[in-house]
């Protein structure tokens, strides 16, 4: 029986190279974007033969939405055994800079939307005692620095929900994986992509300098989403996958610099941790 592989925002990028790479490997696959007319002539563009294995809906991150494409999925496919959490965009600024309002529109589609698809696939998967629920966190879900505060902290919480889901889940044969890429040569970069607050400080130099940076790296990233794709699929296929994955050199050489600064402030600070000890 061929597998089932459910991926958002698949209209470019990440989400897009998973789909066609699935269906390459023979699963069947349901991908979602905001036009599918759209996103199924990209992906038979480059799978033609995919035919009936392929399902391109329009999924907005509303729970009604969401309810209604898992619906659509079940109906065709009958199962979902891979759920890839992929949709989500960032939004960099100063702290003091974003509305309230903006930072609660990255959060609806980068959590909340995240966590109202995983609710509405779980109970498939825990009646059929398997499945793999792969989320699209980030490096920036662990390592931050100025501008990334926002979508960091939404990456943040994709990655606890992902190591609290895991705990959950695995005594009924569910697999749960935090992918964390960094430097992936995607238009995420891209101005059309890349989102600011309405409201700019200019007193804060070093949210210019860091945009700048950022501009220059655009297309020049060192990851290939391709590879991603593939890699990904792997995890799907693994009976052990890790709950988390760092994809890429980049991303590897950032969570070890992280580790190391964690392991050198506990040492330095130990002491006073200890002091807030009950002495009886």
């Known amino acids: 029986m061929k597998k089932v592989l459910f991926v958002t925002g698949a209209s470019k990028g990440i989400g897009l190279e998973v789909a066609v790479a699935a269906l390459e490997k023979d699963y069947r696959v349901i991908a979602t974007s905001r036009n599918a007319a759209t996103l199924r002539e990209q992906v038979l563009a480059r799978v033609p033969e995919a035919g009936a294995d392929f399902l391109a809906l329009e999924m907005a991150f509303t729970e009604d939405s969401i309810k209604a494409a898992v619906k659509q999925a079940l109906d065709q496919f009958g199962r979902i055994d891979v759920l890839v959490n992929n949709a989500g965009y960032g939004i960099f600024g100063a702290l003091e800079e974003f509305s309230l309002e903006e930072v609660r529109k990255n959060f609806d589609v980068n959590v909340f939307g995240l966590l109202a698809l995983t609710q509405a696939v779980l109970p498939g998967m825990r009646e059929q005692q398997s499945g ?53 040569r995607t238009d995420f970069l891209d101005a059309s992509s890349m989102r600011r607050p309405e409201k700019e400080i200019k007193d804060y130099e070093v949210v210019q300098a860091t945009m700048s940076g950022l501009a220059r790296l655009n297309h020049n990233q060192g990851g290939d989403p391709t590879y991603l794709a593939q890699a990904i699929l792997e995890l799907a296929a693994m009976k052990k996958a890790p709950n988390r994955f760092y994809a890429g050199s980049g991303a590897l050489a950032a969570m070890q610099y992280k580790i190391t600064e964690v392991v050198q402030e506990i040492n330095d600070f130990r002491e006073l941790s200890q002091s807030v000890d009950r002495k009886d």
């Open 132 to 184: 793999h629920i792969i989320n699209l966190a980030s490096i920036s879900g662990s390592v931050t620095g100025p501008v990334q505060g926002i979508y960091s902290a939404t990456k943040a919480s994709v990655i606890m929900m992902s190591e609290a889901l895991q705990a959950e889940v695995e005594p009924f044969g569910i697999q749960v994986t935090a992918v964390n890429p960094t430097g992936i």
